[in-house]
T-cell receptor, first 113, second 120 residues
């Protein structure tokens, strides 16, 4: 079964420091991986996805993610975090037919001034 | 949140009542989805529809029902059979048929702003 795991419930980082949100995956076949962000009481916003090709994927709001096949990871990164990046981040992977998504448990990011 | 709207934003229900959550999209997307989000958990799929007049159960369909009479609309009814309905409900859609492709695992889903349902 396709699945993703986010090992950290919360990540705290100082503004201006690098931000990393971890995601590991377990899939059969080609891995297609997604990152979404959710601000309080809002829907999810798409950040980026990995389909194939370059292992470094660039997305919205200055975020990027690195696909690592040997470590089965797809960590989200931002070189310099902003207070406004404080939100809940989800990693997801499609399963079965019909483009259904299964999500990790989410990682709350708190960026302190 | 793009071209997907959900209403109401907040909904209160008494036990034993059915309630219907609205989801509308103007993105010309074929596929639409309903997810449930509980605190500390990721999203779980309730129902999905790939085309008008067709829909499929997701992982937690018990106590819910849907219809897809129009391409733009995918309402979700939370019935009295749903034992723990208090949650945040998110609607999503994907794929524009003008792309000429069928739905695939690489398609991005776009989400509405959500409806928070509370059972009193």
């Amino acid at each position: 079964a396709q699945s993703v795991a986010q090992p950290e419930d919360q990540v705290n980082v100082a503004e201006g420091n690098p931000l990393t949100v971890k995601c590991t995956y377990s899939v059969s076949g080609n891995p297609y991986l997604f990152w979404y962000v959710q601000y309080p009481n809002r829907g999810l916003q798409f950040l980026l996805k990995y389909i194939t090709g370059d292992n470094l994927v660039k997305g919205s709001y200055g975020f990027e993610a690195e696909f690592n096949k040997s470590q089965t990871s797809f960590h989200l990164k931002k070189p310099s975090a902003l207070v406004s990046d404080s939100a809940l981040y989800f990693c997801a992977v499609p399963y079965a037919a019909g483009n259904k998504l299964t999500f990790g448990g989410g990682t709350r990011v708190l960026v302190k001034p | 949140d793009g071209g997907i709207t959900q209403s109401p934003k907040y909904l209160f229900r008494k036990e034993g009542q059915n309630v219907t959550l609205s989801c509308e999209q103007n993105l010309n997307h074929d596929a639409m989805y309903w997810y449930r989000q509980d605190p500390g958990q990721g999203l779980r799929l309730i129902y999905y529809s790939q085309i008008v007049n067709d829909f499929q159960k997701g992982d937690i369909a018990e106590g819910y029902s849907v219809s897809r009479e129009k391409k733009e609309s995918f309402p979700l009814t939370v019935t009295s059979a749903q034992k723990n309905p208090t949650a945040f409900y998110l609607c999503a859609s994907s794929i524009d048929p003008s792309s000429g492709r069928r739905i695939s695992e690489t398609d991005t889903q776009y989400f509405g702003p959500g409806t928070r349902l509370t059972v009193l």
